[in-house]
């Protein structure tokens, strides 16, 4: 299970003012001599020797990087993820394994049908729109396979959301049921599939004339994803048995 897939990696820096950052306070620029912030110059290409999410208001987050020379023998200095191609999209940056005495309401509980089926690790994702998201370890590596395949296609995926919580679902789901703005059709907490594991809702906004919805309708089938909500688009299940019959008879849904 890759927890840390950016590791090994070599990232190229896109942004032409790709500052460097205090280590103790990232928030802030590092200046050099002449009073002008130290630069990541435009093309370089580095690898990462540690990934850092910084709470940003409501569920987003900053992602730091400690930017590492493009043979990984020197530290260059901390910057922002943001400089760099791709920004860290869909890059696994650490694991969450069930804390001691974990309740069956706690971060890492799953359910199915209603039914408390146990713990399960889980490892943080950068998703969409600068939030942090979290996978089921057992899911981890097929997604990335997807993810990597997709990639070298030109073609970006990321997660709007993964795994989710007892309390993560039940916020959305009374947020649906109170008709308050924002919230799209959710199930009672315990009969959601993002709580076992097996679910990712993907960033294909437009639908079927998406990008990453069409590779996806035409790819995704061989990692083992499959569309199961007739309704939603972006929703997709690691269902490997599933997907394979699917792709046998030229679909890549289980309504088809």
Not at 2 to 8: I, K, P
Not at 76 to 97: C, D, F, H, Q
């Given at each position: ?50 990934v850092k999410a910084i709470p ?201």
């Amino acid at each position: 299970m890759n927890s840390e897939s950016f590791r090994g990696k070599k990232f190229a820096v896109v942004d032409p003012d790709a500052r460097l950052r205090k280590p103790d306070a990232l928030g802030e620029y590092v200046v050099g001599d002449d009073g002008r912030p130290v630069l990541i110059p435009k093309g370089a290409k580095i690898r990462i020797g540690e990934v850092k999410a910084i709470p940003a208001g409501s569920e987003a987050v900053n992602v730091y990087v400690l930017a590492l020379s493009e043979d990984g023998a020197a530290e260059l200095g901390w910057t922002a993820a943001v400089n760099l191609r791709g920004k860290l999209l869909s890059e696994t940056i650490g694991a969450l394994p069930p804390p001691p005495g974990a309740s069956r309401f706690g971060p890492n509980a799953a359910w199915s049908d209603g039914t408390y089926i146990g713990q399960v690790a889980l490892v943080m994702l950068v998703g969409t729109d600068k939030e942090i998201r979290f996978i089921s370890e057992a899911t981890c590596d097929k997604f990335l396979a997807m993810a990597e395949a997709a990639d070298g296609d030109g073609v970006s995926i990321g997660v709007n959301s993964g795994f989710r919580s007892w309390p993560e679902q039940k916020f959305l789901y009374e947020g649906r049921k109170k008709g308050l703005p924002g919230f799209a059709p959710a199930n009672p907490p315990g009969y959601s599939k993002h709580q076992n594991g097996i679910a990712f809702d993907i960033d294909v906004n437009g639908g079927g004339s998406n990008p990453v919805y069409v590779w996806l309708a035409a790819n995704a089938t061989r990692f083992g994803f499959l569309r199961t909500v007739r309704s939603e688009p972006w929703h997709w299940e690691y269902l490997p048995e599933k997907a394979a019959a699917a792709r046998a008879r030229g679909v890549f849904s289980t309504f088809d």
